[in-house]
Nanobody, 116 residues
């Protein structure tokens, strides 16, 4: 199983970024995909999740109405569109999936920095 994130970087407050996660090594279309984020010294926070059926998604209250998670099962890709970015969105963002109760997988993470 491999999850590879891309698309992080520096954005100004109010700006946008789009994160991508390329998945391989498992039946992508059958599994929930998640985006987490982590600030140094704090626990990882679930930002958004999308079920194996497109449209079945949920968000942390802190990002609701600003972030949009989506997936393309034909390409084994999951995306996180981040709009109206705030400095408090600064974190390392991780792609994640859990295939079984004992088997969860993380990407390497991509840094998002929101600063003027």
């Amino acid at each position: 199983v491999q999850l590879v994130e891309s698309g992080g970087g520096l954005a100004q407050p109010g700006g946008s970024l789009r994160l991508s996660c390329a998945a391989s090594g498992f039946s992508f279309g059958n599994h929930v995909m998640n985006w987490y984020r982590q600030v140094p010294g704090l626990e990882r926070e679930l930002v958004a999740a999308i079920g194996n059926v497109a449209g079945n998604s949920r968000y942390a209250d802190s990002v609701k109405d600003r972030f949009t998670i989506s997936r393309d099962n034909s390409k084994n890709m999951v995306y996180l569109q981040m709009d109206s970015l705030k400095p408090e969105d600064t974190a390392v963002y991780y792609c994640h999936t859990r295939l079984f109760s004992w088997a969860e997988y993380w990407g390497q993470g991509t840094q998002v920095t929101v600063s003027s």
